[in-house]
């Protein structure tokens, strides 16, 4: 009917590590969680998808790195242009510190809009392109794959 005050100061202490455990359990699970996002934004990243294919094994890995950007712009007869480039010479050495090859490159432009204007004092039409271009690199894994062998160790 009536409890002590021993009985309600061990129920205080049954309840504060009941809250002190699930307090716990949330900021593991928190952190748990934080590192599954880093480790996903480490796998989108080109260096995190080479390594997740050099520990999956592949005996490839190919990567499109965006290289340059041109932007056009067509107004009032008249046609600019402005382009940008980026070198991925430190993202494939990267790479190849992995323990991939650089194998093959080949580079491709594609258009992302376009824009015309008629031309003044003369007839047609000017059209500026807008596009990158990027960089499509082809890796070879350098380990040597490894062949299964027999119980009694031949390949």
Do not use: C
């Not at 996002?37 to 997740?52: D, E, V």
């Not at 050099?54 to 340059?68: A, D, K």
């Not at 031309?119 to 040597?144: C, D, H, I, K, W």
Request: aromatic fraction near 8%; avoid cysteine.
């Amino acid at each position: 009917m009536f409890r002590g005050a021993e009985d309600r100061e061990a129920g205080r202490r049954t309840r504060a590590a009941q809250e002190a455990a699930a307090a716990a359990a949330r900021a593991e699970e928190a952190k748990a969680k934080e590192e599954a996002r880093q480790r996903a934004a480490y796998l989108a990243t080109p260096i995190g998808s080479a390594t997740a294919a050099m520990e999956e094994g592949q005996p490839f890995f190919e990567i499109q790195l965006r290289v340059g950007r041109h932007t056009g712009t067509a107004g009032f007869g008249s046609v600019e242009g402005q382009h940008a480039t980026a070198s991925s010479a430190a993202t494939i050495g990267e790479i190849e510190k992995l323990g991939w090859r650089l194998e093959h490159t080949g580079y491709y432009f594609m258009i992302t809009g376009e824009t015309s204007t008629d031309r003044m004092f003369v007839s047609g039409e000017a059209t500026a392109v807008s596009g990158v271009t990027v960089g499509v690199y082809l890796f070879r894994n350098q380990t040597p794959p490894t062949q299964p062998t027999d119980q009694a160790g031949w390949a």
